[in-house]
């Protein structure tokens, strides 16, 4: 399968841990985005990057929150001090430039304790 | 604020019963449209798109949507559901002057009684 992949599919830690979360995405996909799903809601923004360069980040998106993509193909996530409100589903969805249309992995479930 | 708006958060259907998923956008500008859908245990999946064109667009597995730019609509419709389509139905929508992100609706969850 060459679809999108994420890794780990399942995190638990205690509060105040770090994390880190990988994405791989479709491999001629230039454009990289990371999503946030909680219980009842629809995937919200993140950020994504277009090759390396990251070209938008959401105001959800705090400065414990830090997402790289360093050479252009694979990123991390990564999520310092975790709270408790940090508990989510984190989907990963790649996409070629300029299709509007997003191919999505399975998603990373953190909950943090 | 700007989003995106799906009407129901559950439906209950039989089989063989026709569907209608409302979705409502706020944004005045051009949009790309989606019709996403996440079967149980799945990833999200593109049900079907419009960009520009004929409004009514046909998708995957007998599903259709109708773009309504007058109502900033774009609701999702199937003549006769399946109990395979239970899952969760999202609306999303790319406002062009905002860049290449999607935003989502909170979703359906729609579930087809055999």
């Known amino acids: 399968d060459t679809g999108v992949s994420q890794d780990p599919r399942h995190k638990i830690t205690k509060r105040g841990q770090n994390v880190t979360f990988r994405c791989d995405p479709i491999?001629?996909?230039?454009?990289l985005y990371w999503y946030r799903q909680t219980l009842g809601q629809g995937p919200e923004f993140l950020t994504y990057?277009?090759?390396?360069?990251?070209?938008?980040k959401s105001r959800l998106l705090s400065d414990r929150f830090s997402a790289e993509r360093p050479k252009g193909s694979f990123s991390t996530l990564e999520i310092q001090r975790t709270e408790q409100g940090d508990s989510a589903m984190y989907l990963c969805?790649?996409?070629?430039?300029?299709?509007?249309?997003?191919?999505f992995g399975e998603g990373s479930r953190l909950t943090v304790l | 604020a700007q989003s995106v708006s799906q009407h129901n958060h559950h439906v209950i259907l039989s089989e063989a019963a026709s569907l209608e998923l409302g979705c409502n956008y706020s944004?005045?500008?051009?949009?790309?449209l989606f019709w996403y859908v996440q079967y149980p245990g799945q990833h999200l999946q593109l049900l079907l798109k419009?960009?520009?064109?004929?409004?009514l667009v046909k998708g995957i597995k007998g599903f259709e949507a109708e773009f309504i730019k007058s109502k900033f609509s774009f609701n999702l419709r199937k003549p006769s559901v399946q109990w395979s389509d239970t899952a969760e139905y999202f609306c999303?929508?790319?406002?062009?002057?905002?860049?290449?992100?999607?935003?989502f609706g909170a979703g359906t969850i729609l579930r087809v009684k055999s």
């Open positions: 969805a790649s996409s070629r430039e300029n299709t509007g249309e997003l191919f």
């Open positions: 491999s001629e996909h230039n454009r």
């Open positions: 990057f277009q090759n390396e360069a990251q070209l938008e």
């Open positions: 944004y005045g500008g051009t949009v790309n």
């Open positions: 419009y960009f520009s064109g004929d409004p």
């Open positions: 999303a929508v790319t406002p062009l002057e905002y860049g290449n992100k999607l935003v």
